[in-house]
Nanobody, 137 residues
Framework: QVRVVEFGGGSVQAGGSLTLSCSTSGDTYSINCMGWFRQKPGKEREAVAAIYSGSSRRVVGGRTYTADSVKGRFTMSQDNAKNTVYLQMNDLKPEDTAMYYC????????????????????????WGPGTQVTVST
């Protein structure tokens, strides 16, 4: 129904910057949430940032989410059509090295949209194949 694909991964020196992009295609009309996750070898996938554009009844603590580990360094943005998102990564550190995944979802109304989107089982999420980001020292 929905295809998600990431672009922009690569290698960068510590302290440098990199910008990822994510595009959706297919049945995208009802998508109301998009975000970025990352996964390091042998570790669980973790949410990095997300934006919710759906019903106000779903909004509890705002329409954006940013992980504490990247707050102040990473910025997520979304175009006006909401089908493309970006992740601007500044002051990159070796611990940022990971496979980065983009996700899009059609979330129902309810309580916390961010918990539903970022936490397992992520049952409404459509996933991209991932793009590797490597930060060297």
């Amino acid at each position: 129904q929905v295809r998600v694909v990431e672009f922009g991964g690569g290698s960068v020196q510590a302290g440098g910057s990199l910008t990822l992009s994510c595009s959706t295609s297919g049945d995208t009309y009802s998508i109301n949430c998009m975000g970025w996750f990352r996964q390091k070898p042998g570790k669980e996938r973790e949410a990095v940032a997300a934006i919710y554009s759906g019903s106000s009844r779903r909004v509890v603590g705002g329409r954006t989410y940013t992980a504490d580990s990247v707050k102040g360094r990473f910025t997520m943005s979304q175009d006006n059509a909401k089908n493309t998102v970006y992740l601007q990564m500044n002051d990159l550190k070796p611990e940022d090295t990971a496979m980065y995944y983009c996700a899009a979802a059609v979330l129902p109304d309810g309580g916390s949209w961010s918990e539903l989107f970022t936490q397992p089982p992520n049952e409404y999420n459509y996933w991209g194949p991932g793009t590797q980001v490597t930060v060297s020292t």
